[in-house]
C-alpha cells in the first residue's frame, strides 16, 4: 500500500496518463537471464494497473501480478485474463512465493512509495532483499525508478509545486544506493539504462493546461504530497501564463534537458549462481 497515495481513489483514471515506458528495456534486462525470454515466469511486483504485466505478457511465459490495493487489481485483471496470468493481493515485503520462484522479477515506480524512517532507505533494502529471495539462481530483477536529476529536471510541472517535489525526492534512493542493495541481496549489478525518449505520460505529458485537470493529476502521485494550498498555487500559476501567453515558454525551458538525462532509470541484475545462503541477511 502507497504510504502516501490513495489508490483506491485515483485507479479509476491513473491509465488515462500513464505509459508502461521502458517495457522494452524491461524484457532486454530479462532475456540477459539463464531462462529463454519465452519460457520465463516473471514477478510483476507492485503491479499496480497491470501496464507493464499488459506489455510483457506477449513475451514471457507467465507472469505473477502482486498488488497491496484491491482497486489497482481490479483494473489490471480487467485488463489480462487467462491461463498465463493471476494476480494476489500481497505485500512486496512478505511475497506469498517460495525461494526461487522466479525467472525474472520487474517492480516498475513502486519502492518510492514505501514507508521509511530515518532517511537509510532500510525498507528498500529489505524488499529489495525480499524480491531477490524469489528470484532463481541466474535469474533477472530490473528496479523502474527515477534519478535525483530525473526528478528535479524531466518533468516541466514538478517546478510548480517545490515543497511535494523536495518530499518527493527524499523517497526516491539514489541509483547506486539501490545498486548497492541489489549487490548485498545476492545480485550481480549489471547497470542502469536511462531512455531519453521514454514519457510517462505519453502524449498526455504535452498538455500544457493538464495539471488543471484532477483526472490528469492522478496519473503522478507527486500531487498528494502536495498541499492543498500549493496545489491551488499551481493552479492559478497556469492559469495566468496562460492568459498572458506565457505558459509554452514556461514548459519549453523547463522540459529542456529531459531530452538529455530522461524521466526514467532501469537497473538490472543477475542473481549470482552461487549458494543463495551466502547473500548478506536482511
Same mark, same amino acid.
Given at each position: 500500500?502507497?504510504?502516501?497515495?490513495?489508490?483506491?481513489?485515483?485507479?479509476?483514471?491513473?491509465?488515462?496518463?500513464?505509459?508502461?515506458?521502458?517495457? +522494452?528495456?524491461?524484457?532486454?534486462?530479462?532475456?540477459?537471464?539463464?531462462? %529463454?525470454?519465452? +519460457?520465463?515466469?516473471?514477478?510483476?511486483?507492485?503491479?499496480?494497473?497491470?501496464?507493464? @504485466? =499488459?506489455?510483457?505478457?506477449?513475451?514471457?511465459?507467465?507472469?505473477?501480478?502482486?498488488?497491496?490495493?484491491?482497486?489497482?487489481?481490479?483494473?489490471? @485483471?480487467?485488463?489480462?485474463?487467462?491461463?498465463?496470468?493471476?494476480?494476489?493481493?500481497?505485500?512486496?515485503?512478505?511475497?506469498?512465493?517460495?525461494?526461487?520462484?522466479?525467472?525474472?522479477?520487474?517492480?516498475?515506480?513502486? #519502492?518510492?512509495?514505501?514507508?521509511?524512517?530515518?532517511?537509510?532507505? %532500510?525498507?528498500?533494502?529489505? =524488499?529489495?532483499?525480499?524480491?531477490?529471495?524469489?528470484?532463481?539462481?541466474?535469474? =533477472?530483477?530490473?528496479?523502474?525508478?527515477?534519478?535525483?536529476?530525473?526528478?528535479?529536471?524531466?518533468?516541466?510541472?514538478?517546478?510548480?509545486?517545490?515543497?511535494?517535489?523536495? @518530499?518527493?525526492? %527524499?523517497?526516491?534512493?539514489?541509483?547506486?544506493?539501490?545498486?548497492?542493495?541489489?549487490?548485498?541481496?545476492? #545480485?550481480?549489478?549489471?547497470?542502469?539504462?536511462?531512455?531519453?525518449?521514454?514519457?510517462?505520460?505519453?502524449?498526455?505529458?504535452?498538455?500544457?493546461?493538464?495539471? #488543471?485537470?484532477?483526472?490528469?493529476?492522478?496519473?503522478?502521485?507527486?500531487?498528494?504530497?502536495?498541499?492543498?494550498?500549493?496545489?491551488?498555487? *499551481?493552479?492559478?500559476?497556469?492559469?495566468?501564463?496562460?492568459? @498572458?501567453?506565457? #505558459?509554452? +515558454?514556461?514548459? *519549453?525551458?523547463?522540459?529542456?534537458?529531459?531530452?538529455?538525462?530522461?524521466?526514467? %532509470?532501469?537497473?538490472?541484475? =543477475?542473481?549470482?549462481?552461487?549458494?543463495?545462503? +551466502? *547473500? *548478506?541477511?536482511?
Amino acid at each position: 500500500m502507497s504510504s502516501y497515495e490513495d489508490y483506491g481513489r485515483a485507479s479509476r483514471n491513473y491509465d488515462k496518463t500513464r505509459r508502461p515506458v521502458g517495457s +522494452e528495456i524491461i524484457a532486454g534486462c530479462m532475456a540477459m537471464g539463464g531462462t %529463454s525470454l519465452s +519460457e520465463m515466469v516473471v514477478l510483476d511486483a507492485g503491479c499496480g494497473t497491470g501496464n507493464y @504485466s =499488459v506489455a510483457l505478457l506477449p513475451r514471457v511465459g507467465r507472469i505473477e501480478a502482486v498488488d497491496m490495493n484491491p482497486a489497482m487489481i481490479s483494473v489490471a @485483471s480487467e485488463k489480462l485474463s487467462g491461463e498465463n496470468v493471476s494476480f494476489h493481493e500481497a505485500p512486496i515485503d512478505a511475497l506469498p512465493f517460495d525461494d526461487f520462484s522466479f525467472d525474472g522479477v520487474m517492480v516498475n515506480q513502486v #519502492l518510492h512509495h514505501l514507508p521509511e524512517n530515518g532517511g537509510d532507505f %532500510s525498507a528498500h533494502r529489505r =524488499v529489495i532483499g525480499e524480491l531477490a529471495r524469489v528470484i532463481k539462481p541466474g535469474g =533477472v530483477l530490473t528496479i523502474n525508478t527515477c534519478s535525483q536529476t530525473q526528478l528535479e529536471h524531466g518533468y516541466w510541472y514538478y517546478s510548480l509545486i517545490p515543497e511535494a517535489i523536495r @518530499s518527493l525526492r %527524499s523517497r526516491y534512493a539514489p541509483p547506486e544506493m539501490l545498486a548497492e542493495f541489489m549487490e548485498d541481496a545476492g #545480485l550481480e549489478y549489471r547497470g542502469r539504462i536511462a531512455p531519453v525518449d521514454a514519457i510517462v505520460q505519453g502524449d498526455a505529458y504535452f498538455d500544457l493546461r493538464g495539471p #488543471l485537470d484532477e483526472e490528469w493529476r492522478d496519473g503522478d502521485s507527486i500531487w498528494s504530497l502536495a498541499s492543498g494550498e500549493e496545489r491551488s498555487k *499551481a493552479i492559478s500559476k497556469i492559469e495566468e501564463m496562460d492568459e @498572458s501567453g506565457k #505558459l509554452e +515558454e514556461y514548459v *519549453a525551458a523547463r522540459d529542456s534537458r529531459r531530452t538529455e538525462i530522461g524521466q526514467i %532509470s532501469i537497473l538490472y541484475g =543477475v542473481k549470482s549462481l552461487g549458494d543463495p545462503s +551466502e *547473500a *548478506a541477511p536482511f
